[in-house]
Each structure stands twice: as C-alpha cells, then as structure tokens.
C-alpha cells in the first residue's frame, strides 16, 4: 500500500530535492556521473572532506616522520580518542566510552573475552539465526577457546518466519545459564530493528550482560546506549559512515565496566601516560580506550576524521529524517510502477522498526542485480533471494531513486534479467 502524500513523477520528486537541506551535500561527495549508487550499506562513498583528512596525514608522515605520533595536524597517538569523542553523539555515548579501534571481528572477540564470564549454571551465549555469520564464527571460537562445545553452549534465538526476530522470543531465551548475549541492532537482511531498550532493560533484570553489532545503525539511526545501559557495542564505520574499504571499527562500553581488564591486552589498551614507560605490567586506561590492542591504523583512521566532520556539521537526527522519507518513497514507488514484477518489500514498514535500508525480494534477486549494475545502478546482493537498496542520506537525491525504479521496472518489463545467471558474484 503506497502512502497518501505520493505522485509517481519526475516533477514530484524533483520537487523533494528543492526541499531537502541535505542536498548540497551530495557535492560533497564523488559520486560517479551516469551511475546511481545504491549501496551505501556496504560501502560509502569517498567524500572530499575524507579524501583531504587522509592526504593531510600522508603530509604528517611526509613532513614529519615519527615525531607525527605527537605533532602535525592531527597528532597520531591520541588519533584513536579524538574520533571516539567524535563518534560518540552518533551511539548515544559519553566520550570516553567509545574508541575507534579494530575491525567488527576483533572487536567482537575482545569484547567478549572479556566480559564473557561463566560461572556455575551461567556458561552459554545467546546470538541469533538472523545474524551476520562473522558474529557466530567468534561467538564460536570463543566458547571453544574456554572448553565449551558451541553446538550446546551457544544459543541462536529462532526466527519465525526468516525475516524477522521477536523480542518477545529472545526475552524468553533470556535464561539462567545465559552469561551475555550479543544482538544485532539492524538485521543485515531484512533492517529490522530492535528494540534496544527493551531487550537491555530485561537481560539485566535476569543478570545477563548484553552486547549490540551496531555495523548495519550507526550512522544511519539515532541510538541512546549509555541512557539504555547497554554494556558493550561494536561497530564498523565503512558502511553508512563512508569511512572507506577498511576502514577501521568502533567499540563502546559503558563506564560502568571501566575498571574491567581486557580480555585481549595490548600496549595501545595502555594508559597513555604509562604507555612508554616499557613496563611488564599492564596498566590499562580508564576508558573505552582499555580494549585496543595494537598500533592503530593510521592511513584506515584518517579519512574518518573527514567523515565524522559532516555528521557533526548535520546531526543524526536530520540524516535519520531524510533516510525515512527517501525510503519510504523508494517503497511506495516499487510498489506503484512494479506491482506486477514479483517484488515482495521484506523490511518492516513502520519508521521506528526499519533501519537505512530497503529489502527487496524475488526469485530472480541475483540475475536481477547484475542487470541493475549493466543499466548503471549500484544495488547490494544478499543470498538467496534479496536486494538491498540503500538511499543515503547525504548523497542520493530523490531525482536517483526515481530513477532507479523506473530501470527496474524497464528491466522486469523486457525481462533483461534472464540473460544472467542467477548466482552472485564472488563479492556481492
């Protein structure tokens, strides 16, 4: 059912572009002429404030050497905090809760060698089917690591009908043997979100430690973590924070756990005026910037500083704002011009349930990809049968997604698909 306040033409979404105080920003970024994109929640697009973020610390290196741990632009050795401080509006965070360190992986291993305690009846994790498949392969070798069989010890929340996870189901796995849980904020399929507040406030009442994958929120939705009380997040920023292939993750934790050791110690967790000192005993910092664990990446963390300049300039509520509204048109257009063409809309429809995303299924997903991407659009392939299509918020105009539907439509109308294979690519 497309909304009340929609036209299908060009003028009407030409229109919303008048409107949208986020449009002179699109010129902010390199977007490729004659190409949509609409993948924006696997990999951003380099904006020019990224690009000279990262030249301007290749001219430290150049001109400094290594005294640019501690001098130029943007001295190095406190690189990590500053972006934590700059990242943590985004996450509903004090500062020194939220580090920008790691990848999403290694993230996820140190969170949970550290705060996965068993003790007594108290020895299983608690994930879910839906997941990305990364967070399981850790959970797993994590339980393997302290003697724990996975295939007993970690427990996935059952979804009902593939797409979808009840709160009302994970609460009811919320058991006594549970020792911490980890739980996606938007499922990577179908965006779904997740009531936060809700599953933190009952996984404390049962004394179970809960952890979120923020890859698939951040950036594109508000979240309040240190107001719900979560205990620990994680995070990577090449998605809707357009960080960069590789660019390097975050971490929170709540202040309430400072004072915990890491699981996994290494000399960038140091306090930093301790961290020279050579010393064989680990004195961690007081904060989030505890859990590093090596050097940082530099060259990965400097286009960051660029990128989180603009969500500073605009906020997360206005990006949050815009991401709706464009969505939703994107909806109510397929629904319009491809009523007839196999589509089925597989992410929630209310505002406050859907995240940056729309979910778009067919038999035909793989095939019907490829002939996008020969027709100059950018989508996002998921096994078996989705298309992810992901208007952002700072660079794609309404113009673009009227545009883009209408391919699809031309594409499911001469049935161009058929004359791929329908099977994904190596990276998809």
Same mark, same amino acid.
């Given at each position: 059912?497309?909304?009340?306040?929609?036209?299908?033409?060009?003028?009407?979404?030409?229109?919303?572009?008048?409107?949208?105080?986020?449009?002179?920003?699109?010129?902010?970024?390199?977007?490729?002429?004659?190409?949509?994109?609409?993948?924006?929640?696997?990999?951003?697009?380099?904006?020019?404030?990224?690009?000279?973020?990262?030249?301007?610390?290749?001219?430290?290196?150049?001109?400094?050497?290594?005294?640019?741990?501690?001098?130029?632009?943007?001295?190095?050795?406190?690189?990590?905090?500053?972006?934590?401080?700059?990242?943590?509006?985004?996450?509903?965070?004090?500062?020194?809760?939220?580090?920008?360190?790691?990848?999403?992986?290694?993230?996820?291993?140190?969170?949970?060698?550290?705060?996965?305690?068993?003790?007594?009846?108290?020895?299983?994790?608690?994930?879910?089917?839906?997941?990305?498949?990364?967070?399981?392969?850790?959970?797993?070798?994590?339980?393997?690591?302290?003697?724990?069989?996975?295939?007993?010890?970690?427990?996935?929340?059952?979804?009902?009908?593939?797409?979808?996870?009840?709160?009302?189901?994970?609460?009811?796995?919320?058991?006594?043997?549970?020792?911490?849980?980890?739980?996606?904020?938007?499922?990577?399929?179908?965006?779904?979100?997740?009531?936060?507040?809700?599953?933190?406030?009952?996984?404390?009442?049962?004394?179970?430690?809960?952890?979120?994958?923020?890859?698939?929120?951040?950036?594109?939705?508000?979240?309040?973590?240190?107001?719900?009380?979560?205990?620990?997040?994680?995070?990577?920023?090449?998605?809707?924070?357009?960080?960069?292939?590789?660019?390097?993750?975050?971490?929170?934790?709540?202040?309430?756990?400072?004072?915990?050791?890491?699981?996994?110690?290494?000399?960038?967790?140091?306090?930093?005026?301790?961290?020279?000192?050579?010393?064989?005993?680990?004195?961690?910092?007081?904060?989030?910037?505890?859990?590093?664990?090596?050097?940082?990446?530099?060259?990965?963390?400097? =286009?960051? #500083?660029?990128? *989180?300049?603009?969500? !500073?300039?605009?906020?997360?509520?206005?990006?949050?704002? @815009?991401?709706?509204? +464009?969505?939703?048109?994107?909806?109510?257009?397929?629904?319009?011009?491809?009523?007839?063409?196999?589509?089925?809309?597989?992410?929630?429809?209310?505002?406050?349930?859907?995240?940056?995303?729309?979910?778009?299924?067919?038999?035909?997903?793989?095939?019907?990809?490829?002939?996008?991407?020969?027709?100059?659009?950018?989508?996002?392939?998921?096994? =078996?049968? #989705?298309?992810? *299509?992901?208007?952002? !918020?700072?660079?794609?105009?309404?113009?673009?997604?009227? @545009?883009?539907?209408? +391919?699809?439509?031309?594409?499911?109308?001469?049935?161009?698909?058929?004359?791929?294979?329908?099977?994904?690519?190596?990276?998809?």
């Amino acid at each position: 059912m497309v909304s009340n306040f929609f036209q299908p033409t060009l003028d009407f979404a030409k229109h919303f572009d008048k409107e949208d105080s986020l449009q002179r920003f699109r010129e902010e970024f390199y977007v490729k002429p004659n190409s949509i994109y609409m993948d924006g929640n696997s990999l951003g697009l380099l904006s020019k404030r990224a690009e000279r973020t990262l030249l301007e610390c290749i001219d430290d290196w150049k001109e400094h050497g290594i005294d640019g741990w501690t001098q130029g632009k943007q001295p190095w050795f406190y690189l990590s905090e500053k972006l934590g401080k700059m990242c943590a509006p985004l996450v509903g965070a004090s500062p020194e809760e939220v580090i920008v360190t790691g990848s999403t992986t290694v993230n996820l291993h140190q969170l949970i060698a550290t705060f996965y305690k068993p003790k007594g009846k108290r020895t299983k994790i608690l994930a879910d089917e839906l997941t990305f498949p990364s967070d399981l392969y850790a959970l797993q070798s994590q339980l393997r690591i302290r003697g724990y069989d996975p295939d007993t010890h970690l427990i996935c929340v059952k979804s009902r009908d593939g797409r979808f996870l009840e709160e009302d189901d994970i609460i009811e796995a919320m058991t006594n043997e549970i020792a911490v849980m980890i739980m996606p904020t938007v499922l990577y399929r179908s965006g779904q979100i997740l009531d936060m507040k809700r599953l933190t406030a009952e996984a404390h009442k049962r004394g179970i430690l809960i952890g979120f994958d923020a890859c698939h929120s951040v950036g594109a939705i508000p979240h309040l973590f240190s107001e719900w009380g979560v205990d620990f997040a994680y995070w990577c920023h090449y998605k809707h924070i357009n960080g960069g292939p590789g660019a390097v993750g975050g971490l929170y934790v709540n202040k309430k756990h400072f004072g915990t050791n890491p699981g996994l110690a290494g000399w960038f967790g140091s306090r930093k005026d301790k961290q020279f000192d050579m010393d064989h005993i680990f004195t961690p910092a007081e904060s989030a910037g505890a859990y590093q664990i090596g050097t940082p990446h530099i060259l990965s963390l400097a =286009p960051l #500083i660029g990128c *989180l300049e603009l969500f !500073a300039e605009v906020g997360i509520e206005t990006i949050r704002k @815009k991401s709706l509204n +464009i969505n939703q048109y994107l909806m109510d257009l397929i629904e319009y011009e491809c009523a007839d063409c196999g589509f089925f809309i597989g992410n929630p429809r209310e505002d406050e349930r859907r995240g940056g995303h729309v979910c778009l299924e067919h038999n035909e997903a793989a095939r019907i990809c490829k002939a996008l991407k020969d027709n100059g659009v950018i989508p996002d392939f998921r096994s =078996p049968n #989705i298309i992810r *299509l992901a208007p952002v !918020a700072f660079y794609t105009s309404y113009e673009d997604v009227w @545009k883009v539907v209408q +391919i699809l439509k031309k594409i499911m109308l001469e049935k161009q698909y058929e004359k791929y294979e329908n099977k994904r690519e190596v990276v998809s």
